[in-house]
């Protein structure tokens, strides 16, 4: 185990102020993946081909050139990181957790344009990469596996390289050329060194090696270098790099042994041939870890103010229907929301108010006024505010999540934080306060585009559960009458799904949201046609959400990345 003079030893021999240099520099300075290695051959060391063609020039783009989005390299997302650190350690501890700041949602938390340069990352992953390894030393099982052949003793330079020739393969997501191999090997001295203070051994090396890669910035970041084209600012990214591009997006995780080896073996460029492990991929439970957490994050249930027994109920419900809808019978994406049945168990059915489901869990049908995922506890728990529902906030989760029309913020005067009206007033009901807004000039325009949708789901509470009056108050009797401006009336959750559904801007608009996610920011007005087309073929496949992220990973268009700026 790293004891407080080993733990200078990655410092000093991969000094941790050159991730903080690195990370301040352009995409490709701190690159070592494209590094030619003097064979002569026209490929580079990581084995994913030079990016021009066999004359030296430059590659062509795709055909739908104008389609490929500006992107930059981007960090590790907290999720994400704990998930690589699950994959390659065997860590449930989810670490990144527990020593690092959480993302900001926007509502994703994959914006590479707020992943700004910190010390107090640096430092934070210093600390985290020191736990991570001293923890998996300790447990010889996991341990074995990670290192992957059985030392003769501390000194066995054989076992200690291919440890890190594999576990660096795994953790840079490329293979390690022979310099960094060597440089890593110097720390098994380490290992070897008689300090009666110390009880060092293999391990001991071990562990310093998985500390100092876990803080590398070709770690951290997904750097996407890439080779240009003959499209000014156009560049088409490696096989590795498309590997690992596509393996977070479907996974949100690093790429596998199996999925680098199709990169190297050049299985990935032609849309064709990557196809056979983007399948492989969504087979994978990952895939579907991933999947309930885009939804979590888009429809704002991620962490909802509930008991944890409760919030694990709403989690069954909600991902039991994903999972129908998106991986099991990969219906239409619309059965999200106008779906008539949704999965409980006995105590999910007693809270709802339900008949309980036959054998104590399963699939139950809906009340009448009750259809498809807005009408989940997950959901309707979600843009809550004052301990109670916000109409406000219900309103803004429809607007922005499921049409992508923005709300534009209250001015700086307007003191949000506060419910309108008197709350105190024990003769003023939520409805009555709530028509304040439509009282004053500056605050109807927008409220006017919230506050009627939230009014119509008011009739379900903080947890989902059908009331007929105002919280506490039971001589305010809720009408539950709502309006999707624009489209028309509507009462509860079902009703709502079907103006949200005859309006035909929600279809699009989960187009927009996964591309968003898929590009790591929000795109822009003049992104418009990239979002047309994954819509348009969203449409073509029969709204298989499924096809659709087949559709967008295996596009030739995935394969290249656009330079901010051009």
């Given at each position: 185990?790293?004891?407080?003079?080993?733990?200078?030893?990655?410092?000093?021999?991969?000094?941790?102020?050159?991730?903080?240099?690195?990370?301040?520099?352009?995409?490709?300075?701190?690159?070592?993946?494209?590094?030619?290695?003097?064979?002569?051959?026209?490929?580079?060391?990581?084995?994913?081909?030079?990016?021009?063609?066999?004359?030296?020039?430059?590659?062509?783009?795709?055909?739908?050139?104008?389609?490929?989005l500006e992107t930059q390299s981007r960090r590790m997302t907290q999720a994400e990181l704990d998930n690589t650190l699950e994959d390659l350690l065997g860590d449930l501890?989810?670490?990144?957790?527990?020593?690092?700041?959480?993302?900001?949602?926007?509502?994703?938390?994959?914006?590479?344009?707020?992943?700004?340069?910190?010390?107090?990352?640096?430092?934070?992953?210093?600390?985290?990469?020191?736990?991570?390894?001293?923890?998996?030393?300790?447990?010889?099982?996991?341990r074995d596996r990670v290192v992957g052949c059985t030392p003769t003793g501390p000194g066995d330079e054989a076992c200690f390289r291919q440890f890190i020739e594999h576990f660096g393969r795994l953790a840079l997501r490329r293979p390690l050329q022979s310099e960094e191999i060597d440089a890593y090997a110097t720390l098994q001295s380490f290992a070897t060194e008689v300090d009666p203070a110390i009880d060092n051994d293999f391990y001991t090396a071990v562990a310093l090696v998985i500390s100092a890669i876990i803080q590398d910035p070709e770690f951290l970041y997904r750097l996407e270098v890439g080779s240009p084209t003959t499209e000014p600012g156009v560049s088409k990214l490696t096989d590795l790099e498309l590997a690992t591009k596509v393996s977070y997006l479907l996974w949100g995780s690093t790429p596998d042994d199996e999925l680098l080896a199709d990169a190297e073996a050049g299985l990935l460029q032609e849309p064709a041939d990557r196809a056979a492990s983007i399948e492989r991929l969504l087979a994978d439970p990952r895939a579907r870890r991933q999947l309930y957490r885009w939804h979590a994050m888009w429809l704002g249930y991620r962490g909802i103010p509930h008991e944890a027994t409760l919030v694990e109920a709403f989690n069954r419900e909600t991902t039991a229907l994903i999972d129908r809808v998106i991986f099991d019978d990969r219906t239409s994406y619309r059965e999200l929301?106008?779906?008539?049945?949704?999965?409980?168990?006995?105590?999910?059915?007693?809270?709802?108010?339900?008949?309980?489901?036959?054998?104590?869990?399963?699939?139950?049908?809906?009340?009448?006024?009750?259809?498809?995922?807005?009408?989940?506890?997950?959901?309707?728990?979600?843009?809550?505010?004052?301990?109670?529902?916000?109409?406000?906030?219900?309103?803004?989760?429809?607007?922005?999540?499921?049409?992508?029309?923005?709300?534009?913020?209250?001015?700086?005067?307007?003191?949000?934080?506060?419910?309108?009206?008197?709350?105190?007033?024990?003769?003023?009901?939520?409805?009555?306060?709530?028509?304040?807004?439509?009282?004053?000039?500056?605050?109807?325009?927008?409220?006017?585009?919230?506050?009627?949708?939230?009014?119509?789901?008011?009739?379900?509470?903080?947890?989902?559960?059908?009331?007929?009056?105002?919280?506490?108050?039971?001589?305010?009797?809720?009408?539950?009458?709502?309006?999707?401006?624009?489209?028309?009336?509507?009462?509860?959750?079902?009703?709502?799904?079907?103006?949200?559904?005859?309006?035909?801007?929600?279809?699009?608009?989960?187009?927009?949201?996964?591309l968003t996610y898929a590009t790591g920011r929000t795109l822009e007005l003049d992104e418009a046609t990239a979002i047309d087309r994954l819509h348009e073929d969203f449409e073509a496949r029969g709204l298989d959400f499924r096809q659709m992220m087949i559709d967008l990973a295996g596009s030739e268009r995935f394969g290249f990345r656009r330079e901010p700026g051009t």
């Open positions: 185990m790293l004891g407080p003079r080993l733990e200078l030893v990655v410092r000093r021999s991969f000094p941790i102020a050159s991730l903080s240099l690195c990370l301040g520099l352009l995409a490709g300075a701190c690159y070592r993946g494209t590094v030619d290695d003097g064979a002569g051959d026209g490929t580079d060391s990581a084995g994913s081909g030079s990016g021009t063609d066999t004359d030296g020039e430059p590659e062509l783009p795709p055909d739908d050139v104008d389609l490929v501890t989810r670490p990144a957790r527990q020593f690092l700041s959480e993302d900001e949602h926007t509502p994703f938390d994959n914006d590479y344009r707020l992943q700004l340069v910190s010390r107090t990352y640096v430092e934070s992953m210093e600390v985290l990469s020191i736990d991570v390894a001293n923890r998996l030393i300790a447990t010889p099982a996991e929301f106008s779906a008539g049945e949704t999965y409980v168990d006995d105590y999910l059915a007693d809270h709802y108010g339900f008949d309980r489901p036959a054998g104590g869990e399963g699939w139950v049908t809906y009340p009448s006024d009750r259809a498809g995922i807005l009408s989940h506890g997950s959901v309707l728990a979600s843009f809550s505010k004052f301990t109670d529902t916000s109409p406000t906030q219900r309103g803004i989760l429809i607007q922005e999540r499921l049409q992508c029309s923005p709300i534009p913020r209250p001015p700086p005067e307007v003191d949000s934080d506060n419910p309108p009206g008197n709350p105190d007033d024990p003769t003023a009901c939520k409805e009555q306060r709530y028509l304040a807004h439509q009282e004053v000039e500056s605050c109807a325009g927008c409220h006017s585009l919230m506050d009627p949708i939230g009014m119509g789901l008011e009739n379900y509470d903080i947890a989902g559960v059908f009331r007929a009056t105002d919280e506490g108050k039971p001589e305010c009797t809720i009408t539950g009458q709502g309006e999707l401006p624009g489209v028309g009336t509507f009462s509860g959750p079902r009703e709502l799904s079907e103006r949200l559904l005859e309006s035909g801007r929600v279809e699009r608009c989960v187009a927009q949201q996964y």
